[in-house]
């Protein structure tokens, strides 16, 4: 089984944090919405697999390419 890092595309911060440890995702369910610029904007699954990390906490800023979670596929 391989382990696939979830990035953040955007800048801004975590607003909500909508998976935990555990969860079965599938390819492109949203894992966090991440505010920016008065939006929130998803960050997706890029593969169907298990949640085993969540590197962030709801507040926190992110840049583009900052990891957020961690998917075993």
Same mark, same amino acid.
């Given at each position: 089984?391989?382990e696939?890092?979830?990035?953040s /595309?955007?800048?801004?911060s975590?607003?909500?944090i909508? &998976?935990?440890?555990?969860?079965? *995702?599938?390819?492109?369910? =949203? %894992?966090?919405?991440?505010?920016?610029?008065?939006? /929130?904007?998803?960050?997706?699954?890029?593969?169907?697999? &298990?949640?085993?990390?969540?590197? *962030?906490?709801?507040?926190? =800023? %992110?840049?583009?390419?900052?990891?957020?979670?961690?998917?075993?596929?």
């Amino acid at each position: 089984m391989a382990e696939t890092t979830v990035l953040s /595309e955007v800048n801004g911060s975590v607003w909500k944090i909508v &998976v935990k440890v555990g969860d079965q *995702v599938s390819q492109d369910d =949203p %894992i966090i919405y991440a505010e920016s610029m008065k939006m /929130e904007i998803p960050v997706l699954a890029p593969d169907a697999g &298990v949640i085993t990390q969540i590197f *962030v906490i709801e507040g926190q =800023p %992110i840049a583009e390419g900052d990891p957020v979670a961690a998917i075993r596929t």
